[in-house]
């Protein structure tokens, strides 16, 4: 029988899920509950592109080379130091009778979870690739479990725009959630200019709520305040507790009901926290958060804030996100400028 | 005039909250929502004084003259290698007009925000400690905030015991707070036996819910069966998320609608989501848990459940806390069974 969590595509080691485990059964045939994709484009984690490119010195043939000997050795594609891996985008080939997916054969889509914990097998080498960009056209077959997560590509934009809207949806969908918790809400974002912040701020203000943008400099002030999406942009170093909070309070006229943190810096906790009203909630979608300095932080401040492990995961996230996309120009506009830069 | 998380007690770097302080104002003269403790007792924070301990080799004189200058230097006690404190107890000796605390001058209490952060000063040289054990009987001052928290210690029970009890006492508080968001809940608790963990099942089981403890090995579970303050008792390796899932299923019918997370080793995030039914909560006390994990496990597993960082502070916690000691005698057996082994 098979496991929706993909247990049985597990070879070792035994008992661990399919994120931790060493090597993947990537083979073809699909349980009753599975969906076979055919791949087209790898995109790479930029943290697992930068290691390898930096360990091969920029050797795009030597990149390629051990992006193959993984997929190969490992049955996903996750790179072993960095323990990262990226999504991909591929057509659906095949549907188990009994997938929960509500794929159908001949969707194009995009992979929601992490290639780290996804069976895949590459058949042409990866010869359409020159090893020295993280979007990696790639040939060959994927297996999505019953509950992994795929988002079809919509027609209406630009696969590289809806792929980077995608790969934030869980932060729209979870402020849009915890603001309906309140009445009349305040929400700052900390780092309401970069992509899951500014999705965030549109979710919120949909949502009903009063919000601050919080950006570290005047680039990105004009930038947010140029896209209209916040009632208020202020200008603060979110590692600064003291700046942080007066920045907050100076713009909503109090601490926020919800504090959301959207910058990958470390030491943002103390300001989060001290931001936010009692009985507010601070939620943390930077990877660069520490649980200590948060826990020991509330307790330190007296302060009774909940505090949210920012899920990347929330049903119907997807939509959320790629509405906010479609109904809110001054979101586009910020996404747009973003890739252009990059 | 003065902050209520005392800022201006920071000598330096400027700006920083207290526990980043290098250096704190300890001088007795308090501002009107200040209180000034008259020290008993400093409880150092156990992996402080293992580093201090090894570090001088066991030599007591030594370590003894190393916290004296710690103390000296830097107003408050924080150990510059771990970063840690630990709490300390005394009687209030003045209360400003404005304090917030309500105390009352001559209250023996507890403080519960960490020594990292309260100002303190040392006048006997420390000369009635040893310099080899945690318990470090002094004389001098301490100075609580505004937004400071002590609490008094009860009469009826061994100050060492309300302290064991004060110390972990967040974690049945915001348990009772979640667990009063379900309908008839169902609730796991890792690490049933132990401190934080046998006060998190009884404050489950008096709101309402169905509990399981789950411990690591057959004597654990005889400890944690005999109390009586489970409906439920089995053993699993919280690091193996399928065994731990299976083992709350097994004993609740199905997934737990709150999770707890109370064993200190690392690993336990990806168990402790499996274990947890869509729309459930799990809260994370354990200092051991990593943001990324439970951010990208949940994500991994298409879990749709909210993860809390467990603040240590929830207004009314230690009066909970104390309470649930008082009115379930096999908390009291199993805290007291945990000193005399220590």
């Known amino acids: 029988m098979s496991s929706p969590v993909g247990l049985h595509r597990v070879i070792e080691p035994a008992g661990v899920l399919p994120q931790a ?7 073809p045939q699909i349980s009753a509950d599975e969906v076979r994709i055919r791949v087209e484009r790898l995109n790479l984690d930029a943290a697992s592109f930068r290691q390898l490119s930096e360990k091969h010195a920029g050797d ?42 509500g794929l159908a054969v001949g969707d194009r889509v995009a992979t929601l979870v992490s290639l780290t914990l996804t069976p895949l097998m590459i058949t042409d080498g990866l010869k359409g690739w020159d ?3 993280e979007q990696v056209p790639a040939e060959g077959h994927a297996i999505l479990f019953g509950r992994s997560i795929a988002a079809k590509l919509p027609d209406d934009m630009d696969p590289e725009l809806a792929l980077a809207v995608l790969d934030v949806c869980g932060a729209p969908a979870l402020t849009a959630r915890v603001v309906a918790g309140y009445r009349d809400a305040t929400v700052a974002v900390i780092g309401g200019a970069g992509k899951s912040g500014s999705l965030s701020l549109a979710a919120a203000r949909q949502a009903g709520a009063r919000t601050v943008g919080i950006v570290p400099h005047a680039r990105e002030a004009e930038l947010l305040t140029g896209a209209g999406i916040a009632d208020h942009v202020a200008i603060a170093d979110a590692r600064d507790p003291v700046a942080l909070a007066d920045a907050v309070s100076g713009a909503l006229g109090g601490p926020a009901d919800v504090t959301v943190v959207c910058v990958d810096v470390p030491g943002c906790e103390h300001g989060a926290i001290l931001a936010t009203a009692a009985g507010g909630t601070v939620i943390f979608f930077s990877m660069a958060t520490s649980f200590a300095a ?37 979101v586009r506009s910020l996404f747009e400028g973003r890739l252009r830069a990059d």
Chains 1, 2 share one sequence.
């Open 21 to 27: 485990a060493r090597k993947l059964d990537a083979s």
């Open 60 to 101: 795009g043939a030597a990149v390629r080379a051990e992006v193959c000997a993984i997929v190969t050795e490992r049955g996903k594609m996750q790179n072993p130091v960095t323990g990262s891996g990226g999504m991909l985008i591929g057509v659906v080939e095949e549907v188990g009778p009994e997938s929960p997916l």
């Open 131 to 133: 090893g020295r960009s």
């Open 294 to 330: 948060a826990a020991l932080g509330a307790e330190g401040l007296a302060a009774d804030v909940t505090m949210l492990v920012g899920n990347g995961y929330v049903p119907g996230h997807a939509d959320v996100a790629l509405r906010l996309l479609r109904g809110e120009p001054g």
